[in-house]
């Protein structure tokens, strides 16, 4: 089946939506990671030791769960995505180092997993409406200190 010029320009700017997330994550730039979802997005975060709930409650808990590390890298790929109208549905595969500073060497461990996305289009663009992670690996241990959901 051949793709509309619709279908290629959504593929793109979902594409653009998720590569925005990593660098607002990467950066946390908690402003640009409101641009990625819909203020009543859900989001869970719970097989890799995060919260699940509403976004705002969760960019709270992000916030407090990122400042403990040094540096992460989002990096993703393998995307699947189904398109049905203003609205898609996505699997995105993500490799994740984050960096915890300590005495000596930075301690660094790694988190592989799914992120299995519901999209809507809006006037601003593409956004996340539901987002679940699905841990696949954990390459060391979740550190100590990890914020619990409130």
């Known amino acids: 089946m051949a793709l509309s010029i619709q279908d290629i320009s959504d593929r793109i700017e979902i594409d653009d939506l998720l590569k925005r997330y990593t660098r607002a994550i990467d950066s946390k730039d908690y402003e640009l990671l ?3 979802f819909l203020p009543d997005a859900h989001v869970d975060y719970v097989s890799s030791g995060g919260v699940a709930g509403p976004y705002p409650e ?9 400042a403990i590390f040094s540096a992460s ?3 993703i790929s ?8 203003d609205r898609a ?6 490799h994740n180092p984050m960096v915890l500073p300590g005495d000596g060497a930075p301690r660094i461990f790694t988190v592989y997993a799914y992120y299995h996305d519901e999209l809507v289009r ?5 956004r996340i409406a539901r987002r679940v992670e ?3 690996l954990l390459d060391g ?3 100590a200190g990890l914020p619990e959901g409130d």
């Open 34 to 36: 409101d641009t990625c």
């Open 134 to 136: 699905e841990q696949i």
């Open 58 to 66: 969760v960019r709270v808990w992000l916030e407090k769960a990122l």
């Open 122 to 126: 809006t006037e601003e663009g593409w």
């Open 73 to 75: 890298v989002h990096s």
């Open 141 to 143: 241990n979740l550190p």
């Open 89 to 94: 549905r996505g699997r995105t595969l993500v």
């Open 78 to 85: 393998n995307s699947e995505v189904e398109l049905e109208g």
